[in-house]
C-alpha cells in the first residue's frame, strides 16, 4: 500500500448503528486529517492530529468520535448519526512542522445515512 | 474568518487552449496555498503548493502563482487535455494553524 488508504469505500448506515472509518497513511507523517465534503459545500475540516495528540476540532457534533492510536492510523467513530451526515468523508496527512506541510489526501469514504 | 472563492464554478474548453482558474482569499494572513484536483467520487491529488513567501510554482503544464498582498492565486493550465478534465480546488492554510480552508471549486470540462 502506497499514499493514504481509507476504509471503506462505501457505506450504509442506519440512525441507530455504530460503524468506524479507518484511515491509514504509509507517508511517514505525523499529522493527520478528517474532512467532511457534502454536496454543493466546500470540503471543511472536522479534526485533527499532531503526533497523535488531536490538536483542532472543529465544533463537530459528538456523534463523531475520532481516535488516533499512533501517528500511522485514524479512525471516526460513528454513531446515531442523521441523514445530514451523509457526505463523502476524506481523510489526509502531512508532515507537519516542515515547511511546506502539503496534505495528502486518501479516496474517501462515501457515507449514506438512512 | 478566511473565505476561499473560486471563479469560475465551471469551464469548458476545447483540447489544446491555455486556461486560467482563478482564486481569491480574504485573509492575507496565510502560510501557504495548495491546488487540488479531485475527480468525481474521489479523493483530492495534491498539484502544487506554494509557500506565502514564493510568487509561483511550476510542475509540467501547470503554474501556480500567489499574489499574498492582493489574496489571489491562479492555476494556468497549458494545452489542455480531456484528461484535465476534474474539479480544481483551491485551498489556504492559515498563519499558525493547520487547517485548510477550501474553496468550492471549478469544474473544467476539456472537449476532444
Known amino acids: 500500500e502506497t499514499g493514504v488508504t481509507q476504509t471503506p469505500r462505501h457505506l450504509v448506515m442506519g440512525m441507530t448503528n455504530k460503524k468506524s472509518l479507518k484511515c491509514e497513511q504509509h507517508?511517514?507523517?505525523?499529522?493527520m486529517y478528517w474532512y467532511k465534503q457534502s454536496a454543493k459545500k466546500p470540503l471543511e475540516l472536522m479534526f485533527v492530529?499532531?503526533?497523535?495528540?488531536?490538536?483542532e476540532n472543529n465544533s463537530v457534533p459528538s456523534r463523531f468520535s475520532p481516535e488516533c492510536p499512533n501517528s500511522s492510523h485514524l479512525f471516526l467513530h460513528l454513531h446515531t448519526l442523521q441523514p445530514e451526515d451523509s457526505a463523502l468523508y476524506l481523510c489526509?496527512?502531512?508532515?507537519?512542522?516542515?515547511?511546506?506541510?502539503?496534505?495528502?489526501f486518501g479516496p474517501g469514504t462515501r457515507l449514506t445515512v438512512l | 474568518k478566511q473565505e476561499v472563492t473560486q471563479i469560475p464554478a465551471a469551464l469548458s474548453v476545447p483540447e489544446g487552449e491555455n486556461l486560467v482558474l482563478n482564486c481569491s482569499f480574504t485573509?492575507?494572513?496565510?502560510?501557504?496555498l495548495q491546488w487540488f484536483r479531485q475527480d468525481p467520487g474521489k479523493g483530492l491529488t495534491s498539484l502544487l503548493l506554494?509557500?506565502?513567501?514564493?510568487r509561483e510554482q511550476t510542475s509540467g503544464r501547470l503554474n501556480a502563482s500567489l499574489d499574498k498582498s492582493s489574496g489571489r492565486s491562479t492555476l494556468y493550465i497549458a494545452a489542455s487535455q480531456p484528461g484535465d478534465s476534474a474539479t480544481y480546488l483551491c485551498?489556504?492554510?492559515?498563519?499558525?494553524?493547520?487547517?485548510?480552508?477550501f474553496g468550492k471549486g471549478t469544474k473544467l470540462s476539456v472537449i476532444p
Open positions: 485573509d492575507s494572513a496565510i502560510y501557504n
Open positions: 492530529y499532531n503526533f497523535k495528540e488531536q490538536t
Open positions: 506554494i509557500q506565502s513567501s514564493q
Open positions: 507517508l511517514g507523517h505525523n499529522a
Open positions: 485551498a489556504v492554510r492559515g498563519a499558525g494553524s493547520y487547517q485548510l480552508t
Open positions: 489526509a496527512s502531512s508532515q507537519a512542522g516542515t515547511g511546506g506541510n502539503e496534505q495528502f
